[in-house]
């Protein structure tokens, strides 16, 4: 047997709750008004806050001292990201040093989770998550990112060098 009671009387007085939520929106928006200086707000297109060294931001694919990609297509960084937004396509490289290289390198930007994974992977310092956090665009099309984009986009001024050097890597046997 179930017993159902009256709701109590102050449950009807939902109004109180409504204009004391509206009095301290109020107050808070009349101190921030009269103290700008101690919001914790930033002015975004005036001022731009400056992320640490360890934020993740966009993807980058490094370049070799020559400027080609540094990525081998190992495959170890589309098998390691959870999120499956890297796609890449392989082919044997016309120097028999070299076993293989990426024909295509895409990454959906709108599918990444920006957890570094990718990054991590990365045997050859092929991929890294820059410090741009920035990415506008109109349509799917300008979030799915190719070699292009992600080695020799203007603000990376013709790609990023790799840490690791060739020379050093020559002379270890790897």
Same mark, same amino acid.
């Given at each position: 047997?179930?017993?159902?009671?009256?709701?109590?009387?102050?449950?009807?007085? @939902?109004?109180?709750?409504?204009?004391?939520?509206?009095?301290?929106?109020?107050?808070?928006?009349?101190?921030?008004?009269?103290?700008?200086?101690?919001?914790?707000?930033?002015? @975004?297109?005036?001022?731009?806050?400056? @992320?640490?060294?360890?934020?993740?931001?966009?993807?980058?694919?490094?370049?070799?001292?020559?400027?080609?990609?540094?990525?081998?297509? %190992?495959?170890?960084?589309?098998?390691?990201?959870? =999120?499956? %937004?890297?796609?890449?396509?392989?082919?044997?490289?016309? *120097?028999?040093?070299?076993?293989? @290289?990426?024909?295509?390198?895409?990454? *959906?930007?709108?599918? %990444?989770?920006?957890?570094?994974? %990718?990054?991590?992977?990365?045997?050859?310092? =092929?991929?890294?998550?820059? #410090?741009?956090?920035?990415? #506008?665009?109109?349509?799917?099309?300008?979030?799915?990112?190719?070699?292009?984009?992600?080695?020799?986009? =203007?603000?990376?001024?013709?790609?990023?060098?790799?840490?690791? *050097?060739?020379?050093?890597?020559?002379?270890?046997?790897?």
């Amino acid at each position: 047997m179930s017993i159902v009671k009256k709701p109590d009387w102050k449950a009807n007085w @939902y109004l109180i709750g409504i204009f004391s939520g509206l009095w301290f929106t109020l107050k808070t928006m009349v101190i921030n008004i009269f103290n700008k200086d101690k919001m914790p707000t930033v002015n @975004y297109p005036e001022e731009k806050y400056e @992320y640490g060294p360890r934020f993740k931001g966009n993807h980058v694919l490094t370049v070799k001292k020559d400027g080609s990609v540094r990525c081998t297509a %190992c495959m170890l960084c589309a098998t390691n990201c959870p =999120a499956n %937004c890297i796609t890449i396509a392989a082919a044997e490289h016309e *120097d028999p040093t070299v076993e293989k @290289y990426p024909i295509s390198y895409e990454i *959906d930007i709108l599918r %990444c989770v920006f957890c570094g994974f %990718c990054e991590e992977a990365c045997p050859v310092d =092929a991929i890294r998550m820059g #410090p741009e956090w920035q990415t #506008p665009g109109l349509g799917h099309q300008d979030f799915h990112y190719d070699i292009q984009k992600l080695a020799y986009r =203007a603000n990376l001024k013709g790609g990023v060098l790799s840490r690791v *050097d060739d020379e050093e890597r020559h002379h270890a046997g790897i």
